[in-house]
Every structure is written in structure tokens, then in C-alpha cells.
């Protein structure tokens, strides 16, 4: 099994890498040659910083073309980072174009207003995740585990359909999204012990279909 992890320069991407083989992957390649991603059987897009600057990245190491592509047609996982530039924009900086796959907007946690006043930005460390769906993904993980996150932006999608699962920090937000073959979580599955752990797991195994 051939899983690529993209590599454009943000994220410990070695921790993702690490994770993977710890629950089994045995060909696992960090990298941003678009020849091995367009390989890959199974391919993980992580990250963390702004969507900025991460559009900026992919452009430069001339991702954005085989993102789109492997993000059709196999199994994909995106985490953070890799979340939110799946949606069509990001209200960051006045407004940055992401990579529109599922339409949406990022915004910031500080513009909401059913946040309490002191709010700290980022939503750093542990939180409960409900689950909305019976995904394949979530096989095995209690009902509102605990997963780590570190994010100061979540994602808002055009369709509440996509949501897979919800968590509160000064309000409900998507902490996970997904619809066919893609996967994506706010929080990061490598740093959220075993059941971040479970669902790498999971994925490993998952046949990119919604319902088991």
C-alpha cells in the first residue's frame, strides 16, 4: 500500500509519517513530487499555520493540479491545515482563495458572535468530538472521544451534509468533514493518542466509500 503525505513545507509532517507506520503502513513516502502523490493508493494532506501561506507553498512546489486529482478518485485524508484549504476561501488577510473543493469558508474563532469575551485564540489542546455520522472512519472511537487540537480558524461548509462531526469551543464547528472518498479533521489524529491512533487505523483500511 502506497500512502504519500504531501510535503509543501508547513506541518511536522514526519509525525503524521510516523503515526501511519506505527498502525501499519509499511510504504509511506513524505514528499512533493506530484508523479508519486498521482501514485499514491492512498494519500494524507496535512498542515498547520494559514491558508495563506499554504496556497502560497502549493503553488510553489506546483501541487494544486494532482491535490484536485487524487482528491477524486482515492482515499484522501486531510488534517488542519489540510482541512481548511479544501474549502472554496478563507476570510484571513481580507480574503484568500483556497482549493475549492468542497465549498465553504474559513473563518476566525475571535469574529464570532456567540463567543464568549475572553475566548482564547488558538482552540489549543483537547476537546470532545461528537460524531454526526456512522463513517467508516469512526469505527471503533467512542461516542465524544477527546482529540487534540491547535487552530485559531474553522471551517464553515456551504452544506451542512458534509459535516461529520461536531465540537464546541465558544459554539458548535466542524471538527471533521467528508463526503465520498474524502476525510478531513480539524483536530490532529497523530497527537491525539489512540484514538487519533484508531482512526489511522481506520483509514489504512478504509475503501473510500461513506458507509461501511
Not at 84 to 111: C, K, W, Y
Not at 130 to 139: G, I, K, R, S, V
Not at 148 to 156: A, G, K, P
Request: aromatic share 8%; net charge negative; hydrophobic share 40%.
Amino acid at each position: 500500500m502506497r500512502i504519500a503525505v504531501i510535503d509543501y513545507g508547513m506541518g511536522n509532517l514526519r509525525s503524521v509519517a510516523r503515526a501511519l507506520e506505527h498502525v501499519g503502513a509499511r510504504e509511506v513516502a513524505v514528499t512533493d513530487d506530484p508523479a508519486v502523490i498521482a501514485a499514491a493508493e492512498r494519500v494524507v494532506f496535512p498542515g498547520q499555520g494559514a491558508v495563506r501561506d499554504c496556497m502560497s507553498a502549493l503553488h510553489q512546489h506546483e501541487l494544486v493540479e494532482v491535490l484536485h486529482q487524487v482528491a477524486a478518485d482515492r482515499p484522501f485524508l486531510g488534517i488542519c491545515m489540510g482541512m481548511q484549504a479544501l474549502m472554496t476561501r478563507s476570510e484571513e488577510n481580507e480574503g484568500v482563495e483556497a482549493l475549492d473543493i468542497f465549498p465553504g469558508t474559513v473563518r476566525h474563532f475571535g469574529d464570532r458572535a456567540s463567543a464568549p469575551a475572553r475566548l482564547k485564540v488558538p482552540h489549543m489542546g483537547w476537546n470532545r468530538l461528537h460524531q454526526l455520522t456512522t463513517h467508516p472512519l469512526w469505527a471503533g472511537i467512542e461516542q465524544d472521544e477527546r482529540f487534540y487540537f491547535v487552530h485559531s480558524y474553522y471551517v464553515e461548509p456551504a452544506s451542512p451534509d458534509i459535516v461529520q462531526g461536531e465540537s464546541d469551543y465558544g459554539g458548535r464547528f466542524a471538527a471533521a468533514i467528508g463526503a465520498g472518498n474524502l476525510f478531513a479533521t480539524q483536530f490532529h489524529p497523530e497527537k491525539s493518542q489512540q484514538p487519533g491512533l484508531r482512526l489511522l487505523t481506520n483509514f489504512l483500511s478504509w475503501d473510500g466509500e461513506p458507509c461501511s
